[in-house]
């Protein structure tokens, strides 16, 4: 007996998965169903149905750029909460996370005191980054210049300096919490020199340029470099407090209100709370 011809459903099916589209095989049937039942118009189906596909392969890009970027975290600018820090121009971040700023090989430096969000920003722009296909690569000022260091002791100073030049946006986070060495500057210095107009940097610092001399050792190189950072550069300057001391704050509150209030009436709330 002949088969019966596949339905067009199962056709759409075995041609996504032909054309090796598992996230928008996954979600097709579904897809589908609301378009049958009027939920959805040819046009927003369509666009669920790449929408599907587009999330799965940002995921697993993202997947893999975190391996290789060591990113110590995942914060996303959308989880930043732009209330709480009113001296960032929201507009200024939205049009950095549109990441022309790549293209153009500027950079972004994120200046302001522990606890404001310079990490988590920077964070969040090199995940948008890693989410668009880009290679990143996330580093403290102090785990650069170990690395660089390490890598002259074993004279691979060049494959490193080469290695370290190519990612589209590199973070470079707390310049300035650890001083370094005049060597290790020497090498932050040659780091910076080959990405020059050539890729992103995205630094982050609780201390302003101006002792920048003093967190690397060397003034005048401190100024030649400030000099080509600043050439291209977008400066977000945060003044605020920190997001980890308003945490604090709130359980200090909480502890003082408990403290204070007296022990009947806040068992009677607790009871109340329960029912
Ligand atoms: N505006 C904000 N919205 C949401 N989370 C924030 C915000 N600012 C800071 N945080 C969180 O507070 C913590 C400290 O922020 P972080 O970016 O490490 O500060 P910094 O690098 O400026 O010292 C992190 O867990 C971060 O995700
Ligand atoms: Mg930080």
Redesign the pocket.
Known sequence: MKAAPASRREQIRWMLADLKMPGALEAVDGILSKADSGTLTAAEAIQDLLGAQIGLRNNRRLQAAMRSSRLP?V?TLE???????PS?KREQIDSLAELSFLERKENVV?L????????????GLAIAAAQSGRRVYYGTLSDLVSSLEEARAAGSLKRRLSVLAAPSLMVV??IGYLPVSQTGAMLFFQLMSRRYERASTVM?S?KGFEEWGEVLGDEVMAAALIDRILHHCHIVN?RGN???MR?HTEVWRMLRQDADESTPRTRRKVREGNR
């Not at 989880?79 to 820090?85: A, N, R």
């Not at 404001?116 to 920077?122: N, S, Y």
Request: proline share 6%.
């Open positions: 975290a914060k989880e930043f909460d732009f209330s709480f820090q960032i994120l302001g005191p522990p606890g404001v969000g310079k990490t988590h920003l920077a964070i986070d707390e982050t609780n945060i920190s997001y980890r945490q």
